[in-house]
């Protein structure tokens, strides 16, 4: 305010001047501009009661009311030419008086105090005289006549309703013109109108509504010249610009507009109702009366402003600088240390030396760690909370972590490591013969060359192969602490995406190595047992295949350089020993399976079931229950109905389960019977915080008879086959994933062109097989007596259990011998199984799976099984108990395996001899088709 105190002084100087003249000019402008002020005096307007708002003249604003005493002012304003008296009440606290703002303001109205001077003013507030002496204050009349007394000086302004609007929820939104000033001389008070409005709150709060007569203020100038005004003027309007530049709220509209204004009346008016300041302060201009005294308020008010806008830009540009400092003083700290760097000064305990360090002390190759300080050096140019700062910290950790040159010592005493596989698991002879002989190998190089020779070795790739439940993961666990190495495994069930392998670049989001390199960071060294779990279960989708990326992990000649897409450096592979597993091999790709040694490890027989189960399975699930100290001893009797009637698998992995829920509820049995400690934390005296009794006493021997008991009925009966004889029904054998199972066919005939219906849920291997039995007779009828006529009977091959899918090429033999029967109407021998495939030239071919077949034959209660004579030395290699369990016959053609099973029944008598070698031969016969017996119907049976 200080450059223009020299102005307020020499206009308050030449303001007396210049009174008069002023006074003229003013008036003369103000002619015609609505009503003349003549007219005005002593108007009557209805009383809008304002809260914290003030309005002024020449300005156009929008109010939402929401009181009472607003609305019904509103509402009656509209009977009354339109026009309002709008007044502010300041500082309006309580609910009830912001529900009804009149009330307050009548009692400020009504206040009994004489109306203060104003000093600066050219006149005070003139009241009517008759009401001078009134000792309660002003009051309403019943009548509706003016009531006066010695009032307050209450300001307001004059406005005009030039929009309404009616919302919903009671409340009105109007849009006011201010006309001009004035004070209230006299308030009456009139009752609500009978029919009333819409309120917002109760309407029993208000019963009337005020009516006011206003004196207008005129603003006068005293003793101003018309150059002082005009000087003044420019003044203001030039400290507003400066204002307005400073707050950044003024409209360009409201500008414009003050630059225009030459009245002082009006130029005070817009800014006034412009500035973001005080109402009381506001209110103050409003009640000003001499112009010239508003034009000094209106200034000395727009200079502290723009002081308080100013301090405040002061005090954010030193907050902005400090900021830009430590931003300065950051780069210059950097560039700092890159000189350090570049003279060779660099401080020793600086965290990238340490990271270039450590990854030089895991002895990486010379292209790791030329690549690693490459990373370092781009690592430290860059800003700490950078995103490439961040992925290039991550990629130096990793080869930080990675193992480079660390080995563990492999065990080679041979004889540790086969006790050790021989207490882990039973029999597996292949698979533990397999590690032997790599355990004996790497003596032999370590004897030789030393640790170096051991460290050339490379790892074998070995799969592991057979039925769920078989212990081929557990036997990886076994083979690691057999070498006395680290073991990792991963699971590749449903993985289809190749980064899952490979990783992905380090391009993208989050990006990772693949599973492999994750886990030879979790190994800590160069030759662990690393175990590919669930290799047959891969998949692959538009990501890519896995099957494909494990090529080179999986393949000895080239995973000793194995690229991972983040590393994007060579890692050797080559002295880690790989297991993989998996339940068949169909699901494998032939490029992958190539690169590996299979070891078949077949499911268990009876035999076998009931070993593991008194050496691994009893001890083992007596540690889990608690059941350890006390004396509980399973039968072997009790053992083997549980393999035979609770379970019907390969492995053992139910028979676990089963033993699991008989001790647990032993262990239920032998606390009701206080055996073991008392319950922690029982209360004294209670019942159970007796001290049990030594669980040592606690005796138990499962017995076949308990079984039911505690196991409930039984879960499978041998059922699944037929015992007696059935015409058209033959007992196969298949392999599945989950074992051995028996395969029924049954075969029935009826008069038709020949045709041949499969059902059964069969794939298209064995509906080929079946054409294949069906010609294969057809070509042979000769040699057999059949009853139907193979020409006009239509066959129905069915394969019972139809919800699940069979295929496979072992069922020839099978379905032929159900034709056969169905043809001749002679029932095969009971109790007979068979597998191999029939070929058209009546040959019959090795299977596969031969263990599992005859363990599933043996479950269900055969009496003997047909094999086909490619197979021989596959039986011989058998264990002595799989071939004590049931006796086999080896067959070359289907000639032999009918002789078998039918006997001469179902052969022309004198039709077939056999030859020097064993083999049927045809002799020549008159060809017999046998009609069917009277009374016996095609595909009746027997």
Not at 92 to 120: G, H, I, M, V, W
Not at 246 to 254: A, F, H, M, T, V
Not at 327 to 342: G, S, T
Request: net charge neutral; hydrophobic share 40%; charged share 25%.
């Amino acid at each position: 305010m200080k450059p223009y105190q020299g102005l307020l002084q020499f206009v308050a100087g030449l303001r007396k001047k210049a009174a008069d003249r002023a006074l003229s000019a003013d008036r003369k402008r103000t002619a015609g501009r609505g009503l003349k002020k003549t007219e005005r005096e002593g108007e009557e307007l209805v009383l809008l009661p304002l809260k914290d708002l003030v309005l002024f003249p020449n300005t156009t604003v929008p109010v939402f009311i929401t009181h009472q005493s607003g609305i019904i002012a509103v509402e009656e304003s509209l009977k009354r030419d339109h026009r309002l008296f709008a007044s502010c009440l300041l500082n309006s606290k309580t609910a009830a008086q912001e529900a009804d703002l009149s009330a307050e303001l009548f009692a400020k109205l009504s206040a009994t105090r004489p109306a203060a001077q104003n000093t600066t003013h050219s006149t005070t507030l003139n009241v009517t005289q008759n009401a001078a002496h009134s000792p309660q204050g002003l009051r309403a009349g019943r009548g509706g006549e003016h009531v006066h007394g010695p009032l307050s000086p209450v300001s307001g302004t004059a406005v005009r309703i030039l929009q309404i609007l009616r919302l919903p929820d009671g409340s009105v939104r109007v849009l006011l013109q201010g006309e001009y000033r004035g004070t209230i001389t006299g308030i009456k008070s009139l009752p609500v109108p009978p029919a009333g409005y819409r309120l917002s709150g109760p309407e029993d709060r208000l019963q009337s509504y005020n009516l006011v007569r206003v004196e207008v203020i005129p603003g006068t100038l005293s003793g101003t010249e018309d150059t002082d005004r005009l000087a003044m003027i420019r003044a203001i309007q030039q400290a507003f610009a400066q204002y307005a530049d400073l707050s950044k709220k003024i409209g360009p509209d409201i500008i414009a507009a003050v630059e225009r204004a030459d009245n002082p009346e009006r130029l005070v008016n817009l800014i006034a109702n412009s500035m973001a300041i005080k109402p009381e302060k506001k209110l103050e201009l409003l009640s000003i009366r001499d112009s010239g005294t508003r034009l000094e308020a209106i200034l000395e008010t727009l200079e502290m402003e723009s002081e308080i806008y100013s301090v405040q830009r002061n005090i954010s540009g030193k907050v902005k600088s400090r900021l830009e400092k430590n931003q300065r003083e950051y780069i210059l700290h950097e560039q700092l240390k890159e000189i350090n760097r570049e003279l060779g000064k660099d401080n020793p305990e600086d965290e990238f030396a340490d990271l270039e360090k450590a990854v030089a002390a895991r002895n990486p190759p010379e292209e790791v760690l030329v690549k690693a300080q490459k990373e370092i050096g781009r690592l430290r140019k860059l800003q700490p909370f950078s995103p490439e700062a961040g992925v290039l910290r991550a990629y130096v950790e990793w080869i930080r972590d990675l193992p480079w040159s660390e080995y563990s010592p492999d065990s080679v005493n041979l004889g540790l490591a086969e006790k050790i596989l021989d207490e882990d698991h039973y029999n597996m002879r292949k698979a533990k013969d397999r590690i032997l002989e790599f355990i004996a190998v790497r003596q032999l190089s370590a004897a030789g060359s030393g640790a170096a020779g051991v460290a050339g070795i490379k790892g074998p790739i070995l799969c592991f192969t057979g039925p769920p439940g078989t212990g081929k993961t557990s036997l990886g666990k076994s083979v690691a602490r057999a070498l006395g190495r680290t073991f990792v495994r991963i699971s590749l069930g449903g993985v289809r995406d190749e980064a899952e392998i490979r990783g992905h670049r380090k391009t993208y989001v989050g990006a990772l190595p693949g599973k492999i390199i994750q886990s030879m960071r979790r190994a800590g060294t160069m030759n662990p047992v690393f175990l590919l779990d669930e290799i047959d279960k891969l998949s692959s989708d538009f990501r890519g295949d896995p099957a494909s990326a494990l090529l080179e992990v999986l393949d000895p000649e080239q995973n000793s350089a194995f690229t991972d897409h983040y590393m994007e450096v060579a890692y050797d592979l080559s002295k880690v020993l790989f297991i993989t597993t998996a339940n068949s091999l169909n699901g494998i790709p032939y490029p992958l399976l190539d690169r590996m040694e299979i070891i078949e490890i077949p499911g268990y027989g009876e035999h076998e079931k009931l070993a593991i189960a008194k050496q691994f399975l009893v001890p083992k699930e007596l540690e889990e229950n608690s059941l350890k100290d006390a004396a509980i001893k399973f039968t072997d009797e009790s053992l083997r109905e549980i393999i035979r009637y609770w379970t019907m698998e390969s492995g053992v992995r139910a028979l676990e389960r089963e033993i699991a829920r008989i001790l647990r509820r032993i262990a239920r049995e032998a606390v009701k019977k206080n055996y073991g400690a008392s319950p922690s934390g029982a209360p004294s005296g209670a019942p159970d915080s007796t001290p049990g009794k030594p669980l040592s006493g606690f005796k138990r021997t499962i017995r076949p008879s308990d079984l039911e008991r505690l196991l409930g009925r039984r879960k499978y009966k041998r059922d699944v086959v037929f015992t007696e004889e059935r015409v058209g029904v033959s007992h196969g054998l298949a392999w599945t994933e989950t074992g051995g199972a028996m395969l029924p066919v049954e075969t029935r005939g009826f008069e038709g062109d020949g045709e041949l219906i499969i059902t059964g849920n069969l794939g298209d291997v064995m509906k080929e097989s079946a054409r294949i039995a069906l010609s294969w007779l057809r070509s042979a009828r000769e040699n057999y007596r059949f009853r139907l006529n193979i020409a006009k009977t239509d066959f129905h091959i069915h394969v019972p259990e139809g919800a699940i899918p069979k295929d496979g090429p072992s069922a020839g033999i099978t379905l032929a011998a159900s034709l056969l029967s169905t043809l001749c109407q002679k029932a095969p021998r009971p109790g007979i199984a068979m597998t191999g495939e029939l070929t058209l030239t009546g040959r019959i071919l090795p299977i596969g799976g031969l263990k599992e077949k005859l363990l599933a034959a043996v479950r269900n209660g055969m009496e003997q099984v047909i094999l086909p004579e490619g197979n021989r030395d596959d039986w011989e290699e058998l264990d002595r108990d799989i071939r004590e369990a049931i006796p086999v016959e080896f067959v070359e053609n289907a000639e032999d395996a009918f002789w078998l099973l039918f006997g001469t029944g179902v052969h022309r008598k004198g039709g077939l001899k056999k030859g020097g070698s064993g083999t049927p031969v045809l002799e020549k016969s008159e060809d017999i088709l046998s009609p069917a017996p009277a009374g016996l119907l095609p595909g009746s049976g027997c």
